[in-house]
Every structure is written in C-alpha cells, then in structure tokens.
C-alpha cells in the first residue's frame, strides 16, 4: 500500500516555540518524519512525502535515515488540497501528477505521530479489508491517519475533521472504521505530548528529546516534561 | 471475568471544577461510572466496584443504572491499597474480603473511562490471552485499565504507573501485553477531555454533558469545548 505522509518542511511545529528554538523544532519534525516513515515501511507501506518545500540538501540525511531516500513530492497548496490532488493522482487518474489510477487503496499518515508502531499502522492497514475508508482520529478530533479505498472519497482537514470525515463518507455511501489506537491517536503538538514519546516511544524521536534533555516531571496532574 | 471498579464517591473529578460545580461533578462522575459498567457488561465481564464510600441512597439510581444493581466493595482506603487487597482476595485468597482465590484472571478498570466500549475493553480482556498482565496505558502515563492473570503481580498506581507496572511485571516474571486503545487512554479529568467525550462519547456521559449546555468549539490549537 502507496501511503502519502504530508510534511510541513517550512517553520513547523510552533506550538513547542515555548521549549525547542526553530532550528530545534525543525531537526525534531524531521526526526519524527524519520520515526514514522521507518515505521510505515516496517508495516509493509510504501511511504511518498508530501512536502511543502523541497528538503535543503544540509539537512537531507536527517530525513532518509530511515527508508533509504523514500519517494516525495513537493506541493506547496494547503494540507488539504494536497491531499485530495494526490488521492485524485492514485485513485480515479483525474489529477495532474501523472499517476496512473488503480484499485488499491491509499494511506494518509501525519507525520508527527511518533508513537506510531507497525503493529499500530497494521491495524490501520488492514481495516479497509471490511471498510471504504479507516480512521484513526487523533485526539482533539483530528485525523491523524487513515486509509481511502474508494474513488469517492476526499479529505478535509479543516475543524473536527474526524466528525467531518465520518460525514463526508457516509455522504458518499462509503463505510468507515474507526481504529481505536492510542499511538496513532497522539499527534505531538504540545509540550505535553513530549511526554508520551518519552513513555511510549523508542525510536529517534524519543532519543532526540533525551538528548535535548528532556525527562518525565510529575507535577499535580498529569505527567509532564522538563528540561535540563 | 470479574472486573473491579474503582470509584472515587466523594468530591470526585476536582479537576473540572473550572466547568463544573461540586454537585454536578458527583452527577458527572457517577453518569461515567454508569457507562463504563454497561460497557463492562457488554463486553462479558463482571463489574465489581470498589467504592471510597458508600453511595448515597438518593442517588443510588444513578449508579444501577446500568446493570442492575452491580455488587461493590467500600474500602475508604487509597486506590493502591484497596485494589491490592481485591486483588489478594481474589488472586491468592490471602485477603480479608472472605473471597475464594481462583485462577481466573482479574480486571481493574477507572470508573472515569467514558469512552470505554465493549469492543475496546473485549481486546484488554482478551489480551492476558497471551500475557499474564494486559496494561492499557492512561494519557500521561497512568494505568487506566489492566487485567490480572498472576498471582505475583500488584498495582501501584503512584507517579507513571504505566511505566512502574512494566516494571513490576518483569521484577516478577510476568509477561505484559500493551493495549493500544484512544478510548481507554482517554480517562476524563481536565476540561479539553470532554471534547473527547462529545466527540466519540454515544453514552450518558455525552448525553449529560450535552445536557449540561457543552458544545465543541474549534479555538487556535485543538477542539476544546464551551458551555452556553
């Protein structure tokens, strides 16, 4: 399975502008990217980056360590019509990218889910056996990964987009399975989230942030992160 | 399987006191125990609850709710110690409970687990089909659900305690299987959970909630919600 993982290359993650500097947050998105395209590959996917800008020759090797030199695209549209162009490409052959259509299905993969695993992105692979189209929401109500195998299918990543997602395939009669995962559902956003990598995770990610000095804080709630 | 469910009766869920006087947050609390039980149920399993304090009787039909009139255990002890001795009653019969030891597996799972459904918590259950203990671990490190199969194994729910069963597991032996689940993740104790719940939620704890006047409100991070 082709699985499309939309990269935001330019100034990315600028909700952790509280605890990582911009260089920092850009090395930490493409360590993350790393995580989940090693990931993905693990799983039998064939990840293609959709990236907003082309990866500067410098930082290149930060982004092939895992799958060597994956395959990617550069659209500078919003998330969302990058996706349904590239959905159209693989899906009903309309689009301009030159893909040929086929019946396979196609996977959509943040790639800031670094908690994601192969038995996690299996599960995700495999629920549109029984399905049009498989969710895995995020939390907040976002889509965080899910898997199209119908041409009557498009995305939209504005607002509640897994209520929106819900509705946009029952309007097209396509079925919906939702994959109830935790490790896919952990989009790292926030400085809390720093803290389920650093539980959960074992890949670069969670080595990136011990590195940068980061740790466990329990403070009154939840657990928490601080930094050395 | 039996499952014990711990419950919080007085002055439960502080946290949502910024969106929820006293009176409500013990309706609140005890509208989610109502679903977890029903789920429990829907699932096979035996809910038993284990209660801080005896349930008024005004309010005891909140509680039954569910299935009716489910058995429950007061223990005004603190949470480790009063599922270590439910746990020593019923896995080695050394407790005080006057249970009989067996060797059927024990389920423990938070009464504050809205999400929670019959498919999410079949594969906790089903998971000591292959582990002696099955964790599903809470946001944050907690442990929001497990599942007992070893007489050698006790809880400690202080600091990550996802990380400190782990431990304890392999200190004693135990093989542990993580169950990747959103929905038992997702324990509801801040106010951003309880878009969780109007998000995925399909039981009374959404009802009461909508009830209540909350609604999804898409602001510049993550859905959070309002109350009108």
Known sequence: MEVLVPFSADRPKSRLS????PDERVAFARTMLD???????DAGGRPHVLSTTSIEPDRQDAIVRGPPDPPGTVDT????????????DRLSGNGSGGGTASSDPVGVVMAD????TPEALGRLFGAVDDADV?????????????VVDTSSFRVDYHGVSYLD???IATAAGATVHEVDSHRLATDIDEPDDLAEVLIHGD???????RDAGFDLATTGGRVGVVRE
């Open 165 to 167: 997602h819900r509705r």
């Open 77 to 88: 549209r919003p998330l969302t019509a990058a996706v349904n162009a590239a959905l159209d």
């Open 203 to 209: 890949g670069a990610t969670a080595d990136w942030l």
């Open 113 to 116: 889910l670094a908690l994601a």
């Open 134 to 146: 498989a969710i895995a929401p995020g939390r907040g109500g976002g889509t965080n990964a899910l």
């Open 35 to 41: 995580d989940v395209l090693t990931a993905i590959v």
């Open 18 to 21: 509280d605890v990582l500097d």
